[in-house]
C-alpha cells in the first residue's frame, strides 16, 4: 500500500539522531572494583566512564556524598600495554598519522610515555623532565589560540597549567600545522601514553589525576582508578580488592517526537478508524526490528495542521 511506504521514508530522516549524554548513578555500598563492575552492568550499563571535564562534573554532582569511589578505569600495567592518547579529549589517535624522529619512540630513558617536540618531530620523552610547552585556548582571544609558555614544567604539569589557564596543550596535526606552533623547539605537546582502560572498552584519553604519577602507570598494586569527591572529584588509584562505594552510568533512553501527517492514496482507507492506525505502528515497529533498532511506538494526537501535502516534523530529546 502506497501510504505505509511513505511514512517509512519519513521516519528514516529521524534514525540516526543519538544521546550522548551519560547518567550516572552513585551506590553507597561498599564493593571492590571487579563487584562493583558486576553490579553495574546488571543494574546498569557499566562501572562510570568519563570523557571531559563536562561529564566529571555532572558525575560530581549526581551525589552530596564527600567519599572516594570506584569508576570504571582500570590499569594492566606492561610496556606492551600501553597506546598513545592526544590530550585534548574527544581527538582520536590515529597510529598511521605520526610525526616521529627516526627511530623514535624508543624508551630510551626507561619509560618514556610524554612526547617532546623539536622542529615539528616527535620524541617519546620521560614525563618527569622539566620543558617548556605549547597551550591551545579555544576561545581565541585576540585571534591568538597558541600560547609558548617561556618556562619548563613537568610534562603532567604542562597539562594541568594548560587546563586551568587555557584549555589544553596543543593537541592534534590540524593544531601543529598552525604556523604560530611550529617555531617551538623542544617543547611538551598534548601526546601522552598509559595503561589505563575504560571498564566499557572506550578510548577515551580524558584523565583526572591529582598526583602526577598516576598519569603515566597505575602503581604495581593499585590498578583500579577512584575519584576523590571530597577533593573537587580529582582521581587516585587504589588496590581494585579493597571496597569502596561507586558510580555506575547507563544511557537515557531516546525518545522521538515525529509529526505525520497522514494521506492516504486509496480513499478506501479510512486513516481515523484506530484498527488502520494500529496497523501501521506494527508495520512501523516491524521496519525497525528489520533494521536492527529496537523501538517502541505509540500515537500521539497533535492538534492538526491544514496542509494538503505531505509533511514530517521531528523533535527529539533525551528522556530525562
Ligand atoms: C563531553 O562529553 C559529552 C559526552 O561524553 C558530550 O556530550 C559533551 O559535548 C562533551 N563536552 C565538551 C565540552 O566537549
Ligand atoms: C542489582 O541490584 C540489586 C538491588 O538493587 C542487587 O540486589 C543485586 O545484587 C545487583 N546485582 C549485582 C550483580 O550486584
Ligand atoms: C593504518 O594503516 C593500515 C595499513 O596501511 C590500515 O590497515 C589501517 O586501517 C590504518 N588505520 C587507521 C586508523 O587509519
Ligand atoms: C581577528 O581576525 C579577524 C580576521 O581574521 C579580524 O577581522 C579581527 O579584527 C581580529 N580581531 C582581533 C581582536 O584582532
Ligand atoms: C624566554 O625567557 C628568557 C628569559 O628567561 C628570555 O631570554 C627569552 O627571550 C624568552 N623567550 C621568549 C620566546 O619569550
Ligand atoms: C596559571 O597561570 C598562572 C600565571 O602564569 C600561574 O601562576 C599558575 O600556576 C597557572 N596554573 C597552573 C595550574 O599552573
Ligand atoms: C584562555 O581561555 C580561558 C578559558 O579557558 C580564558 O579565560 C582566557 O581568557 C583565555 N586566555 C587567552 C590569553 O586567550
Ligand atoms: C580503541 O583503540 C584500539 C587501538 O587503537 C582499537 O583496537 C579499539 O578498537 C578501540 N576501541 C574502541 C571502542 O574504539
Ligand atoms: C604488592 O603486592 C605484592 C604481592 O601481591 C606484595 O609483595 C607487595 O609488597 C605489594 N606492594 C605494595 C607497594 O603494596
Ligand atoms: C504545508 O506544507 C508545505 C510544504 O511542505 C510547507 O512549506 C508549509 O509550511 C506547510 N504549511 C503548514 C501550515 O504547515
Redesign the pocket.
Known amino acids: 500500500m502506497q501510504w505505509s511506504l511513505f511514512l517509512f521514508i519519513l521516519m528514516g530522516q529521524s534514525f540516526f539522531f543519538t544521546c550522548?549524554?551519560?547518567v550516572y548513578h552513585f551506590i553507597g555500598e561498599n564493593k571492590t572494583w571487579d563487584e562493583a563492575q558486576k553490579y553495574c552492568r546488571e543494574n546498569y550499563t557499566d562501572l562510570a566512564i568519563v570523557?571531559?571535564?563536562?561529564?566529571m562534573e555532572r558525575l560530581r554532582k549526581s551525589t552530596e556524598t564527600l567519599t572516594e569511589a570506584w569508576i570504571g578505569l582500570h590499569s594492566y600495567p606492561g610496556k606492551d600495554n600501553r597506546r598513545w592518547y592526544w590530550s585534548l579529549?574527544?581527538l582520536k589517535f590515529n597510529e598511521n598519522q605520526t610525526r616521529w624522529e627516526s627511530g623514535e619512540p624508543n624508551d630510551n630513558g626507561g619509560q618514556e610515555n610524554c612526547l617532546l617536540m623539536n622542529n615539528q618531530k616527535w620524541s617519546d620523552y620521560p614525563c618527569g623532565y622539566k620543558f617548556r610547552f605549547i597551550c591551545y585556548n579555544e576561545t581565541k582571544q585576540f585571534n591568538k589560540s597558541f600560547h609558548l609558555i617561556n618556562y619548563t614544567l613537568t610534562w603532567p604539569q604542562a597539562q594541568r597549567y594548560c587546563r586551568e589557564n587555557h584549555t589544553d596543550l596543543v593537541s592534534g596535526l590540524d593544531q601543529l600545522d598552525d604556523n604560530s606552533v611550529k617555531s617551538g623547539s623542544y617543547v611538551w605537546i598534548g601526546v601522552f601514553r598509559d595503561t589505563w582502560r575504560w571498564s566499557d572498552g572506550r578510548n577515551f584519553s580524558f584523565r583526572n589525576w591529582e598526583y602526577v604519577e598516576d598519569l603515566v602507570d597505575g602503581q604495581s598494586n593499585k590498578t583500579c582508578a577512584t575519584t576523590m569527591l571530597n577533593r573537587a572529584g580529582k582521581w587516585s588509584s587504589a588496590d581494585c580488592n579493597e571496597e569502596k562505594p561507586f558510580f555506575c552510568y547507563d544511557v537515557p533512553l531516546r525518545k522521538h517526537l515525529v509529526r505525520l501527517t497522514l494521506s492516504a492514496e486509496n480513499p478506501s482507507v479510512n486513516l481515523k478508524d484506530p484498527a488502520v492506525i494500529n496497523i501501521m505502528l506494527k508495520q512501523l515497529e516491524k521496519k525497525f526490528r528489520d533494521e536492527g533498532v529496537s523501538v517502541k511506538l505509540s500515537w500521539r494526537k497533535l492538534p492538526e495542521i491544514q496542509n494538503n501535502t505531505k509533511e514530517a516534523q521531528r523533535e527529539e530529546q533525551c528522556a530525562p
Not at 570523557?51 to 561529564?55: L, Y
Open positions: 550522548h549524554l551519560y570523557s571531559n571535564m563536562t561529564d579529549p574527544g
